[in-house]
């Protein structure tokens, strides 16, 4: 005979979104410059950057989970460092999810962003992501945070919890097929000549 | 042969937390004064509002769903007027998910709220939701909004899209074993005499 098992309990989670913090969080990752080595174009700004590092995170994501399976969800904040390596602003990797067809909500809490969405068959699109607007990613759609503005960009996002990362084929393809840029003091999607298409698998 | 099958379009929603309105929604519900007979416990009181009712709604639901499956999710807003029945506060039907293991995150937009989450075991618990903070439902969990302020009491809500609902639960409990009741000008929760335990289906 084994023991009933337990529901999980709640979680109250408090929201920061001026700095970002999760406070009831359980999971913390930090990514620091030279951890994105490869995922800008301009390589010589990318390494003048690293030359003068002061050893903060460029963006950390802060996340609640108690539950696996399909029946959980994943929840957190993301929070992005302003700031250009070249011409293109400070991003997430991006990822497609390992189990492609899970969804993903992103909700902005503070600061001016933008989501990149890309499917394998070529479709892109660039959506804003400010406080009081929400994106629905669903599945199928590789994706991506930039910050384009001048504060933290701070987003509350919530997935299945099986749905994991897969952080490789951005990198397969040579990068995204859109960048975003500065331009004129705002910013642009250009598209990035590195790009060799999604690997269709 | 086939189409090939494109992947759904991303949606990009607008949160108004004064109003509650879902900029991009494709669903709504609402549900007045009639339409919530038997869900207080001061029969009197409740029969004393709709003789006097204007005929808006207790609380509304905004949503967007795009993908079915377990892939996809549901999300929206949830809206509440404060108000009382009794020594009860407005508050909503509750329910459980319809696939029980199916989870729920609830972020507080605007207004003083409580959810009253409870196990078909016996478990109660009561969380308060303010602005700036959001609850995670774990499956299993029975669950019901209150508004226990005197604002619009206004949340996001995101679960899987097959998760469903499963209202007839509370009803055939005698109601939640938990109320929100008013008590020195705040609320405090109380024990329901009239909840006869949860099923155990």
Known sequence: MTAPTRPTPPVQLTLSPGTGALGGSNGRYEKFLPDLAGL?????????LVDGDDGRPVYWVESSQTEDGPGGLITGVSVLEPGRVGEEFFMTRGHLHAISDRSELYVGLSGEGVMVLETVD???Q???????QAVYV???????????????????????????????IIEEAGGMKSL????????AAADNPDHRGYRAD
Chains 1, 2 share one sequence.
């Open 40 to 48: 800008y174009r301009d390589r010589s700004a990318y390494d003048r």
């Open 122 to 124: 070529g479709e892109s």
């Open 126 to 132: 660039v959506v804003e992501v400010r406080p009081g």
């Open 138 to 168: 669903p599945g199928q759609w590789v994706h991506r945070s930039v910050n384009v503005g001048t504060e933290r960009f701070v987003t509350l996002f919530c997935y299945a919890a099986d749905a994991g990362q897969d952080y490789s």
């Open 180 to 187: 975003v840029v500065a331009r004129d003091g705002g910013w």
